[in-house]
Nanobody, 130 residues
Framework: QAQLVESGGGLVQPGGSLRLSCAAS????????VAWFRQAPGKEREGVSC????????YYEDSVKGRFTISRDNVKNTIFLEMDSLKPDDTAVYYC???????????????????????WGQGTQVTVSS
């Protein structure tokens, strides 16, 4: 069964760090563009970052640029999201999603309403609080 499983969430103090993982099973992430989304209580889901399959190009929303780093390890079949300098506004459930698309860039389309992601993870809670 093809699935994505997120892990690494938790409770952290402001200024702290967490590393989220998105592990694929039942399929290979090599040909997939992968994105991280988040949804805070009472808010709509929003894009955070994406990474392409073509050459590993990355994109970050302004709210996380300079603090978050997305990366992929094709040997481990896993995508990572390193989150540093965390703020209370980063509190949300974080989801990874994969779409079979080999392109050079992802920032200009990955949050489009009509993108049909092939796989979604179950989400992992990140809480930033003192």
């Amino acid at each position: 069964q093809a699935q994505l499983v997120e892990s690494g969430g938790g409770l952290v103090q402001p200024g702290g760090s967490l590393r989220l993982s998105c592990a694929a099973s039942g399929f290979t992430l090599d040909d997939f563009t992968v994105a991280w989304f988040r949804q805070a209580p009472g808010k709509e889901r929003e894009g955070v970052s994406c990474i392409t399959s073509y050459d590993g190009s990355t994109y970050y929303e302004d709210s996380v640029k300079g603090r978050f780093t997305i990366s992929r390890d094709n040997v481990k079949n896993t995508i990572f999201l390193e989150m540093d300098s965390l703020k209370p506004d980063d509190t949300a459930v974080y989801y990874c999603a994969a779409v079979w698309r080999a392109v050079e860039k992802c920032g200009d389309w990955y949050t489009d309403w009509d993108v049909e992601y092939d796989h979604w993870g179950q989400g992992t809670q990140v809480t930033v609080s003192s």
